[in-house]
Nanobody, 124 residues
């Protein structure tokens, strides 16, 4: 069992940066694939980025590639999402998710554990 708590969301202007953090409980975090997703009202949860258990590989949605960076610190049981060059269309609730596998996925249905979400609002 893994519990996830996101932090770092907030209000930022277009072109600004934010770093989201996802703190996990449980040493099994170190063997889990991790992902970030986002959701706006009325739409399905959208894949943003994912990282393998040891951080050796990462994957991004086309809409954020080159602007966002996912990373993890297994010693601190934390995964990060560094977001730069933010756009109004990045406004959403961002969720951290854990998958009981060393590999990752772009499909939200494959993640077993989810955080409560953190709001990111980008003003134009």
């Amino acid at each position: 069992q893994v519990q996830l708590v996101e932090s770092g969301g907030g209000l930022v202007q277009t072109g600004g940066s934010l770093r989201l953090s996802c703190a996990a409980s449980g040493r099994t975090f170190r063997s889990y694939g991790m992902g970030w997703f986002r959701q706006v009202p009325g739409k399905e949860r959208e894949f943003v980025a994912a990282i393998t258990w040891n951080g050796s590989s990462s994957y991004y949605a086309d809409s954020v590639r080159g602007r966002f960076t996912i990373s993890r610190d297994n010693a601190k049981l934390t995964v990060y999402l560094q977001m730069s060059l933010l756009k109004p269309e990045d406004t959403a609730v961002y969720y951290c998710a854990a998958k009981r596998s060393v590999v990752t996925s772009r499909a939200a249905r494959e993640y077993e554990f989810w955080g409560q979400g953190t709001q990111v609002t980008v003003s134009s």
